[in-house]
């Protein structure tokens, strides 16, 4: 894909050709006579009324492109040598401005890595972490009763139905199609679900899910907002369960 700068000089150069080479002119036809060996077939070069409507025909089938009018060029030489210098010259800029193009295209990318990497790095140490407090948790001995774990699901489900109430309509329309895609619900199930109580209530029913096992559900939010997939761990982690990185 050009850049606007690549197609800035592009036009330029065509505004100028346009000057020199009048279309009708003798120059004109002896360039279109010239190009019988082009993908221009007869109906093309019957459409083509100017300069530009030219370019555009033989960038349309490959013949030229951006930066590259040598083709082109070598006809115009002979006939209008003018018109053929500024091509060369344009054509220079252009490769130029697309060499500078992709070098920032190549540091951006590789900004862009070192941002994901740096991102993986702290979500692995946050889930190191998570497992130093478990296993100081489990250190204890203790073990966390059902009732125990029964009311932390339902502390877990208000407050992911919190989170995922703030997205508002957007995030709730792409949990419950991750719910129909990924878990195969049917319409008519999807219609009575209208908060995160009868999504899990459902999801419980079916035997997706189960009170600190949420592979299904984590599955089902993780694209959706990341900070639902955390609410799950943070639990998880209370109930003295390995937690999902």
């Given at each position: 894909m050009a850049s606007e700068q690549v197609k800035d000089l592009h036009n330029k150069?065509?505004?100028?050709?346009?000057?020199?080479?009048?279309?009708?002119?003798d120059c004109w036809?002896?360039?279109?006579?010239?190009?019988?060996?082009?993908?221009?077939?007869?109906?093309?070069?019957?459409?083509?009324?100017?300069?530009?409507?030219?370019?555009?025909?033989?960038?349309?089938?490959?013949?030229i492109g951006y930066g590259d009018y040598e083709?082109?060029?070598?006809?115009?030489?002979?006939?209008?040598?003018?018109?053929?210098?500024?091509?060369?010259?344009?054509?220079?800029?252009?490769?130029?401005?697309?060499?500078?193009?992709?070098?920032?295209?190549?540091k951006i990318g590789k900004r862009r890595r070192s941002e994901n990497e740096e991102e993986t790095g702290r979500r692995q140490e946050d889930h190191r972490a998570r497992k130093r407090v478990r296993r100081e948790s489990l250190g204890s001995n203790r073990t966390v009763t059902k009732d125990e774990k029964r009311k932390l699901?339902?502390?877990?489900?208000?407050?992911?139905?919190?989170?995922?109430?703030?997205?508002?309509?957007?995030?709730?329309?792409?949990?419950?199609?991750?719910?129909?895609?990924?878990?195969?619900?049917?319409?008519?199930?999807?219609?009575?679900?209208?908060?995160?109580?009868?999504a899990c209530k459902e999801m419980m029913a079916k035997g997706k899910i189960e009170i600190g096992k949420y592979d299904k559900l984590i599955e089902v939010v993780e694209d959706?907002?990341?900070k639902l997939v955390d609410i799950i761990n943070k639990y998880l982690e209370k109930m003295g369960i390995e937690s999902t990185p």
């Open positions: 150069m065509v505004d100028t050709i346009s000057e020199m080479l009048v279309y009708k002119s036809d002896r360039l279109l006579g010239k190009l019988n060996n082009s993908p221009l077939t007869p109906k093309d070069k019957g459409l083509i009324n100017s300069i530009q409507d030219l370019f555009e025909g033989l960038m349309d089938k490959e013949y083709k082109l060029r070598k006809k115009m030489s002979g006939i209008h040598n003018l018109a053929a210098t500024e091509v060369m010259k344009y054509e220079k800029r252009i490769q130029r401005q697309i060499e500078m193009d992709e070098e920032e295209s190549r699901h339902g502390d877990m489900v208000r407050e992911l139905n919190d989170e995922l109430g703030s997205g508002m309509v957007k995030n709730w329309a792409s949990f419950k199609n991750n719910m129909k895609y990924k878990l195969d619900f049917g319409e008519a199930v999807l219609g009575d679900i209208t908060d995160m109580y009868s959706v907002d990341k």
